[in-house]
């Protein structure tokens, strides 16, 4: 240190300098030539590529409707999370390819990805997603299997005899 603070009123005024010089990051938004928003979702195996630009609410995910592609209504549910809590249900067509993994962990990867995509439209609806938890990789992934093991832990069956 090449100051000497004497005093407690010194070391109150070094401080300022320091903290206004750190500033929160300014987050804008991100569209590409035909106005789209672009983001990259991922959960287990799976990796969706979501775009959304306004209009109708329409969801297409590898060619189809969202009805026929996530038929169990739980996972229609997960992956239309980020629009409820921005309040943006019919206002983007949502356009998504998804592959990896099974339908559960690709609609995981959809939401993720379209909560991501929403922030780059939409900066200022980073707080809110960012609150529920949808901005948020989960990294939780299947252990490898082990030699000497059935799985990745489970042991294959002991007999004495």
């Not at 938890?133 to 799985?151: C, M, N, Q, W």
């Amino acid at each position: 240190m090449a100051e000497t603070l004497s005093s407690l009123q010194d070391l109150k005024g070094a401080g300022v300098s320091a903290a206004a010089a750190v500033e929160a990051p300014k987050y804008v938004q991100k569209l590409d030539k035909q106005g789209r928003a672009y983001a990259t979702g991922k959960r287990k195996d799976a990796v969706a590529r979501v775009w959304i630009k306004p209009g109708s609410g329409k969801i297409t995910v590898n060619d189809r409707t969202v009805e026929v592609y996530f038929a169990r209504p739980v996972l229609r549910m997960l992956l239309s999370q980020p629009l409820v809590v921005a309040k943006r249900v019919g206002q983007y067509d949502v356009i998504v390819t998804v592959d990896g993994g099974g339908l559960s962990g690709q609609a995981g990867a959809v939401r993720h990805g379209l909560a991501k995509a929403l922030t780059n439209f939409e900066p200022e609806l980073r707080p809110a997603l960012k609150k529920e938890g949808f901005l948020t990789r989960d990294s939780r992934v299947v252990e490898r299997k082990k030699y000497g093991r059935a799985k990745a832990r489970r042991s294959f069956q002991f007999s004495k005899r």
